[in-house]
């Protein structure tokens, strides 16, 4: 079985071709940006932290069609004026570095709002959640009662956890947009 990220990874890849744009809406080191890199016409980069800017930018110095945006996903319609493919939430602290910076139900939440509006009939969000710790428990109960309440006839929700494991795994909720 794959693991969470690689399904997001694969979920997302089923719908990107090369004239597509997406939004890495939590860059963290830049891995998910790193991996859809060689699918994508331009990616959209956000990150509050310089650190992870800066990181991700080492990673993914041979690709230029990346813009890093140094602010919170929340504000993503004030940078994002197009219609993109996807978008990939890959929520938590940033790996390696200080775990009292988490992202936050709140404002995932109106990210999610916003990423929901500029995303194309087809294109998908994949949303990775780590509940582990109080934050990330937090924006799973939110997110969750975010989709569970979405149109199923403009939205199809898709959920994989695994559920025998320890402490929390982590889970992936996928969305894809069916109609306006």
Known sequence: MKKIIEQAHALIREVLTKEDVLIDITLGNGLDT????????????FDVQEQAITQAKLLNHDHHHIEYILDGHEHVRNYVKEEVK?????LGYLPKGDKTKTTLAETTIVSLHQAQTILAVGGRIAIVIYPGHLAGMQEKEAIYQEVTALDQKEWEVWFSSFPN???NPPLLIVLEKLQR
Do not use: D, E, S, V
């Open 86 to 90: 996807a978008i990939i939430y890959n």
């Open 165 to 167: 494991q320890k402490n």
């Open 34 to 45: 790193a991996f859809f890199a060689p699918y994508c016409r331009k990616i959209y980069a």
